[in-house]
């Protein structure tokens, strides 16, 4: 990364599995994001005052300043909702403080889609929604099932192939205290839950539920006199891969596998050589594409690479260790973000990976994002 060295400082987030269990409480999400941007700032020790750089994602910006009180940051901006904004809102957060255009920059993320009854589907909209509609494509959903659906042609994965995933994933979210889902799972268990856009059943969907996020950056100079250890975002980069709907007849391999380059060129690491993966799962199949487009595996051998390896805290390749979005909560890649911080920084309790000093995020979808955290 051209300009100053950046890091995360400051991370927190919300209790989802509390606030899950709190049925019918309409949140508010700017409460949450204030509450997650308090835990951010004790986290790493920064004034309010020396933030002059302030991100939004799913809020507006105006109602947030006001409730954080931050009335003159330098910068200021908003993403929208969808899950690969997150990557795109760290990386823009990095690029200013990196080129001095802000100091210390502050990104919070709030979602009620819990309290407010979000359903995620069902409401066709967007450019080719009238063609949608007809063929009941009216959700990410129903998209990602229809990839995979190509997947299993092509390639011959099993009706099971999806099952290794949610089992690690609520494995390793029934160590992490916050998460919504902490029972464990087997094999019979994801089988018999019901199809919700066949072949993609109940247990290979994200969660809705209620939850904010907040990241603070700031550079490595600043950070080095805060309390805790410096994660350093040594490399990061993204490509689009753009059409009028949320599919891709490759996976989206071409744009992972530019980005996956980048990353390599950067840092000298592969997604392979990392500690930690955290990768963006709003559905299962999502997860098999990264690995496959970071080059973990071969494409069309995912499936095979994740049921003889897993992807659990403890194991050979530690993926969502947090639970990710299907058991740990569904905040569209925020919180992955917080769990790599964690991760690096040995802060990641009974879920934590061994001698961990690298994770990487990656978020494979119509902008496909991914950025490597380091431990200084």
């Not at 099932?145 to 009706?159: E, F, K, N, Q």
């Not at 390599?264 to 993966?277: E, F, H, I, P, T």
């Not at 909560?329 to 690096?344: C, I, N």
Request: proline fraction near 3%; charge should be neutral.
């Amino acid at each position: 990364m051209q300009g100053r060295d950046v890091a995360i400082v400051g991370v927190g987030q919300s209790d989802f599995g509390a606030l899950y269990r709190q049925k019918g409480v309409r949140q508010d999400p700017y409460a949450l994001g204030a509450h997650a941007m308090r835990q951010a700032l004790n986290d790493c020790g920064i004034d309010k005052s020396e933030i002059d750089g302030l991100l939004v994602s799913r809020i507006g910006y105006q109602r947030m300043g006001d409730v954080l009180g931050i009335k003159y940051p330098k910068v200021v901006n908003a993403f929208d909702g969808a899950g690969r904004m997150s990557g795109i809102a760290v990386q823009y957060g990095a690029r200013l403080v990196a080129s001095g255009a802000a100091d210390v920059v502050a990104c919070v993320y709030a979602n009620v889609g819990r309290s407010q009854s979000r359903k995620y589907g069902g409401d066709a909209s967007g450019g080719a929604a009238a063609y949608d509609e007809m063929y009941g494509m009216t959700s990410p959903g129903a998209y990602v099932a229809m990839m995979y659906r190509r997947y299993t042609h092509l390639y011959g994965a099993p009706d099971d192939a999806l099952a290794s995933l949610a089992i690690s994933s609520r494995r390793n979210a029934a160590h992490n205290p916050v998460a919504v889902m902490r029972n464990e799972i087997d094999t019979a268990t994801y089988l018999n839950s019901r199809f919700i856009a066949e072949p993609l059943r109940l247990l290979d969907y994200c969660l809705i539920n209620d939850g904010a996020v907040a990241l603070i950056l700031t550079t490595m100079e600043r950070a080095r006199d805060l309390a805790k250890r410096p994660v350093r975002i040594a490399a990061m980069s993204s490509m689009g891969e753009l059409t009028n709907f949320y599919t891709s007849t490759d996976f989206f391999h071409h744009a992972c596998a530019h980005v996956a380059g980048d990353i390599r060129n950067q840092s000298g690491l592969a997604a392979k050589d990392v500690d930690c993966l955290q990768i963006y799962d709003n559905f299962t199949p999502v997860t098999l594409f990264s690995l496959e487009g970071f080059g973990v595996a071969p494409q069309g051998e995912g499936w095979a690479y994740l049921k003889e390896n897993g992807t659990a805290y403890d194991g050979s390749l530690p993926i969502n260790t947090s639970g990710g979005h299907t058991s740990e909560s569904y905040m569209q890649g925020w919180a992955l973000h917080v769990e790599a911080v964690r991760q690096v920084r040995g802060e990641g309790g009974g879920r934590q990976v061994k001698d961990c000093n690298t994770a990487q995020y990656i978020c494979a979808a119509p902008i496909v994002t991914s950025h490597l955290f380091v431990g200084d």
